[in-house]
């Protein structure tokens, strides 16, 4: 039953007061915001950490600070910043972690959200962030020379694997005892199974299955990086029992690479007493993560003037203009001294070792039950508000008062339909890596497809050394380091 409500010239200017805040806030999408991902894809690091931290500063105690504090590590990362990077990233975790810790709900934030859109939301960290944002920190304690640190950072990340997959499930369970128990359960119920939408749904996310299937919320680079530390920081048997388990991990999502079953083999050989062959490795971080879209699609109201309402769903949309992989190319005999220059060349191409956009979009996948619940309820309870209003005001007697609300509550449905676009859009679209036998003059040569860029890199001392090797895009100069592991 409506409430009959009688509309004052106070509440009209309320009102309208309202409806111009909200197109004044402008319900900004996080694409329309990040200037971050746009001076990284131009390959202007420099701007990109100024931009990066005047954001993560910006939104540092909102709704936003997370994503932008990844934003920031990962910036810092790629301009070889590496403390500062952790910095960012310790931030970020802190808080992702303090979401996680928190008991109780956050009631006040979900009705809101139910009244603007899940985009008003605190942006917890995804699955995924955690997992990278760990990896990232380790690499960069590779980097900084402190492996008992990386250790620890390996160790954080495997974990958020385990507890990923009972986490979403306590999430989901969640949402949908709140549906069951809202006072617009039959009308939402009714909206999610209508054939139309279910079919309109359907086609957005029909691509979400054609990419390669990874156990829920495993990211195979994790675990492979995880496998090459352990077996070469390795202190006892178990640290080789673990770096085996991780190398049959990745082999069993890329049967066909044959670096990750030498790797094997060689963890065999330790683990039978046989010392580790002078080696090194390369990993290439290739392109750009998915970034977020949306769309708009029709759900059922049934108590409207209207049969549908439109309603904006997140997409992921894929990056191109990225480098498909890095040839290293080693000569040991020219080394040696020989005449022919090309005689006993080592060549070896990078194999993928982990897919984030497959990381992604199955975490996108196992995220859309609740999106979809909670896009509903949010429009649900959006269309009676405003058929509240607009009922009421026709009630006054006063056609101009009609037209406003009328006008004033499109208006502002408008200006909040927007999905939730926050992603951490600085992560890579590939990992890959090879290796081969370190060379007696410790010199190869990184190269392009097409030859387009060759770098010459010295390896440093070391009997396993892993050579980390960055593409922004195809067009962009390869970012280059190095760091020792044994």
Partial sequence: MITHVVFKPRIQALLFAATLGTLATGCKTYEQQNRVIQYWHQGSLTNAVVEAAKMADKNANNKDAIVWRLE????????????????????????????????????????????????????????????????????????????DKARVELIRAYQRQQDAVEDNKKRIAKVQAEAAQSKDKATMEKAEQDPKFQSQIQGVYTNLGNLTVYADYVNPFTV?????????????????????????????????NEYVKQDLAMVDGLIQGKPLPA???????????????????????????????????????????YLPSLTVTANPSAAAGTNDATAGNTTATTSLVGSMDSVIA????????????K???????????????????????????????????????????????????TLPKEFQACHIPTPPDRKIELETPGGGQRIPVTIEDGTINLVYVKSIN???????TQMRLK
């Fill in 362 to 373: 199955l975490d996108f996948k196992n995220e859309m039950p609740v999106v979809i619940t």
């Fill in 224 to 256: 492979y990086l995880d496998g090459l530390f352990f077996m070469a920081d390795a202190g006892d048997g178990s640290d080789l029992e673990r770096a085996r388990k991780s190398f049959e991990r990745v082999a069993g999502y890329y049967p066909d």
């Fill in 474 to 480: 195809a067009n962009s100069p390869l970012l280059v």
């Fill in 375 to 425: 896009t509903i309820a949010s429009m649900v309870t959006k269309a009676v508000a405003s058929y509240a209003a607009n009922q009421a005001a026709s009630q006054q007697n006063n056609n101009l008062l009609a037209a406003l609300v009328q006008i004033s509550t499109v208006v502002y449905q408008a200006a909040i339909n927007i999905a939730d676009e926050r992603t951490w859009t």
């Fill in 72 to 147: 920031q590590g990962a910036v810092l990362r790629g301009a070889g910043q590496y403390e500062a990077s952790n910095k960012a990233f310790d931030q970020a975790q802190a808080k992702i972690d303090d979401f996680a810790n928190k008991a109780k709900v956050r009631l006040g934030r979900e009705t809101g959200a139910l009244l603007s859109n899940q985009a008003e939301l605190d942006y917890e960290g995804r699955a995924y962030d955690g997992i990278m944002l760990n990896t990232y920190k380790a690499l960069n304690d590779l980097q900084l020379g402190e492996p």
């Fill in 279 to 321: 080696t090194t490795y390369v990993i290439f971080e290739t392109g750009c993560a998915p970034v977020r879209d949306q769309i708009r699609i029709d759900i059922p109201i049934i108590f409207t003037k209207v049969s549908y309402v439109g309603a904006a769903f997140p997409t992921l949309k894929p990056q191109g203009n």
